[in-house]
């Protein structure tokens, strides 16, 4: 029988373009013997003293619902953790939520702000889910394309070029996904000083902090005027290797929690007990592995790096995250393209960088969060295969 | 820590060339590196780590052993003599119920009971022993046998 259940979906969410990597995803995925840089979370497993707690949480019939603002235990913890690192305090009290991930505050952050027709300005390429996110709440995205002569870091004057009447949010992912950018600190100031300006919120995911290789972290909620209006996203998934666990945080003046948390106790009650466990454990002993595994990122970042600018693909050096992104317009071909051939005929996968919006366009996303062995084989099968494909 | 160490206890077979590729140094760096620690003694040799659970020619044993200490050295030559056995795979001086604990490896039972009364036993100063046999084990120099970490149906890609 034909599918005619289309015809009930409703208008925006049609509207919002199937992820244009999806074909590609499904190609990469029949390509068992493909090496893959195309993974966006840790190789590592979770340390295991973080596995235990959950599992001790489990032993302890630990099985219910939580406050809807998570436990207060986690988020005390989560208030020292983010006044260490962040230099900005919170009120575990009012002003923390632990939801499922930074994925689901995204969601509850645009939802709790945006007015249908608010505009939200964002830098790309970025994270694949922030424009549909943004449309899911009514809201029109707006991109500011950033340039590797910049590190992908969004400039000041991009951002006053690309604002606009109707303006409420920016959002902000340093060190970023998929390009590793970071912005340093002084034009960070400039960018809080005109959104303070404007009067804009700012939605700063920082789940990559942890990752910064050279440089202290810096958050723009700690500065001038900031912390009244930021939403801080944080969450566990990327330092401490937690992605399965699906937990994350905001951390934001209470009004604005408040608003959110009422989206998330309707949609999601509360994030799931044992994974909060884990959390509050991750927090308190996570930091020597947090470490060892970030060292390790820092001198693959090193050799992945280099080996793509032996191969004349120019790559500005990521300073956060796991991914390097390189410029393969010297190839000839797109970036949809490049990826295609070179999942088929080098086997080895890597993400076009239009996934992560049109200003991806001519790079590739490398993740390095892979063996050395992986890495060193699929950089030499790269080679070989430049070798052959360009003139 | 000497870089090419530390890379090296990160647990991955990497040639030496591939060692100079990843940390950014020339191939003779690597070599002289490796020099310096066998040098310094800071490493001893170089063996891979076997998954006992696929040696079916060896049993390996466990010996808690009381000596008496002597006047002179205390435990030192005793330790050091019963060290030199090929049987004896690690050797070390305890605190607690005893004194010397031996982790010794031999073809099948009979050549380990050999060794703990004819070799061992028999020794002047050796006052006991005690023998306990490994049957299976779980966790071997840092690797897990319990199989694969993680998760295998992982996929190839994600945002
Ligand atoms: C920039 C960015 N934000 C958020 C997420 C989602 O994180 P979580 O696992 O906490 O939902 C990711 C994951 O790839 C990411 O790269």
Redesign the pocket.
């Known amino acids: 029988m034909k599918d005619n259940s289309q015809r009930f979906v409703a208008q925006h969410v049609a509207g919002i373009p199937r992820s244009g990597i999806r074909d590609f995803f499904s190609i990469a995925a029949e390509m068992k013997d493909a090496i893959s840089l195309g993974i966006?979370?840790p190789d590592f497993v979770t340390p295991w003293h973080i596995r235990e707690a959950a599992i001790y949480a489990l032993e302890k019939g630990k099985t219910s619902y939580t406050d809807n603002r998570g436990l207060l235990a986690l988020r005390r913890e989560i208030s020292k953790y983010v006044e260490k690192r962040f230099e900005v305090s919170y009120s575990p009290e009012t002003e923390i939520l632990v939801g499922?991930?930074?994925?689901?505050?995204?969601d509850l952050a645009l939802r709790a702000l945006l007015n249908p027709g608010d505009k939200v300005l964002y830098h790309e390429p970025?994270?694949?889910?922030?424009s549909p996110s943004v449309a899911l709440a009514f809201g029109e995205a707006i991109a500011v394309p950033t340039f590797a002569k910049d590190n992908f870091a969004i400039t000041p004057e991009a951002l006053i070029n690309a604002w606009q009447p109707g303006c409420k949010i920016l959002m902000l992912?340093f060190p970023?996904?998929?390009t590793g950018g970071t912005v340093d600190k002084k034009a960070l100031e400039k960018i809080a000083a005109f959104v303070v300006e404007k009067d804009m919120v700012v939605i700063s995911?920082e789940?990559?902090s942890e990752l910064t290789f050279e440089g202290e972290h810096t958050s723009i909620a700690s500065m001038p005027g900031m912390r009244e209006r930021t939403i801080l996203?944080h969450?566990?998934?990327?330092a401490f290797a937690?992605?399965g666990f699906?937990?994350?945080y905001a951390c934001a003046p209470a009004a604005i929690i408040e608003a959110m948390m009422k989206i998330h106790q309707y949609c999601m009650m509360c994030a799931p007990i044992l994974s909060q466990e884990a959390a509050i454990e991750a927090l308190r002993n996570g930091e020597s592995a947090m470490l060892e595994m970030r060292e390790q990122y820092h001198r693959r970042r090193d050799y992945v790096v280099a080996r793509f600018n032996e191969l004349g693909l120019p790559c500005h050096l990521p300073r956060g995250?796991f991914y390097a992104f390189p410029d393969i317009s010297s190839a000839g071909l797109s970036s949809m393209e490049f990826a295609t051939r070179v999942i088929h005929e080098a086997k080895v996968a890597m993400v076009p960088g239009t996934a992560f919006g049109p200003s991806g366009a001519g790079f590739v996303r490398a993740a390095f969060s892979t063996s050395y062995e992986n890495l060193i084989e699929a950089t030499e099968r790269l080679g070989r295969w430049l070798d052959k494909n360009r003139k | 820590m000497n870089s090419v160490l530390q890379l090296i206890m990160e647990g991955e077979s990497l040639t030496t060339a591939q060692m100079a590729e990843v940390l950014k140094i020339s191939h003779e760096e690597v070599e002289k590196q490796l020099a310096q620690l066998k040098e310094q003694g800071k490493v001893l040799g170089w063996r891979p780590i076997l998954n006992p659970d696929m040696d079916e020619n060896s049993v390996r044993a466990v010996i808690e052993v009381k000596i008496s200490p002597e006047r002179e050295g205390g435990f030192d030559r005793l330790a050091q003599r019963i060290s030199q056995f090929e049987q004896v795979e690690n050797c070390y001086l305890m605190s607690g119920g005893y004194d010397l604990l031996l982790f010794v490896r031999a073809q099948n039972l009979r050549k380990v009971a050999a060794f703990v009364y004819e070799r061992l036993a028999t020794i002047g100063g050796v006052v006991s022993t005690s023998t306990h046999f490994i049957l299976r084990p779980y966790k071997e120099q840092g690797f897990l046998l319990s199989g694969q970490q993680g998760n295998p149906d992982k996929p190839m890609i994600?945002?």
Do not use: H, Q
């Open positions: 966006g979370e499922v991930g930074v994925s689901e505050n995204i970025c994270y694949v889910s922030y992912n970023t996904n998929p995911d789940i990559y996203l969450g566990f998934s990327k937690m992605t699906r937990i994350g995250s | 994600s945002a």
